[in-house]
């Protein structure tokens, strides 16, 4: 589920020219991407301090990119059909890439887990983590899901992302104390409904009750 605190920085996200332009899609051969693992030796590769921007950005486009081929998509089908897990693939996908840029692969999925915390200012940097996260999910349901399903889940998907970020344009018209009590409200709905997509979302009714309350 998308990370709401981070989004009340950002609009709809729209790929910056230089984001686009980072991580040229020939950084390996096509052909390695099909396969499960690279033998890739993780000595002399970064396994400290923390994944630069750049680094990230090429991390996201990379992943975007070969997710998108056919090969990947029947590597990770494949894998599901073998009573894999879709995640454990895309994992496996990303820390290739890791390696291949010169970063140990483990120290590398460990830095996703900080982008939050240490790069919470960086708004654009913050829409394509966003995005880097939704790609991850598509990949996995797409592997899953028939075809007729995963059409349905894209255009679900779609209008709960347009929901959402009417529902965080709304909010952000509020002072950050209201906003983070709002978002743990939101948290708190999306706990008691399971998870559901249907309560992802705050209507302006219940945004504007949680402002009415802390007002008093």
Known sequence: MVQFRFLLRCERPNIS?????MASPQLVSESSWGKAGNNNKHSGLQSSGMLSRDQLLQLFNRFSYVTSTPEVKKRIKDAVNDKEEAVMVTTAIQEEILSEIGV???FG???LGK?????QNDRDLMIQFYRFAVKEEMACDEAKLEPDKF???IQSQ???QEQQFEMLKKMRKFPWDDQSSMLEELQSQMVNANFDDSAAVLTIEQIQEIARRRSR
């Open 17 to 21: 020219e230089k984001a686009e332009a």
């Open 104 to 106: 140990d692969p483990r």
């Open 109 to 111: 999925i460990a830095c």
């Open 115 to 119: 982008v939050n915390a240490t790069y």
């Open 151 to 153: 059409a349905e889940k």
């Open 158 to 160: 779609q209008k709960l």
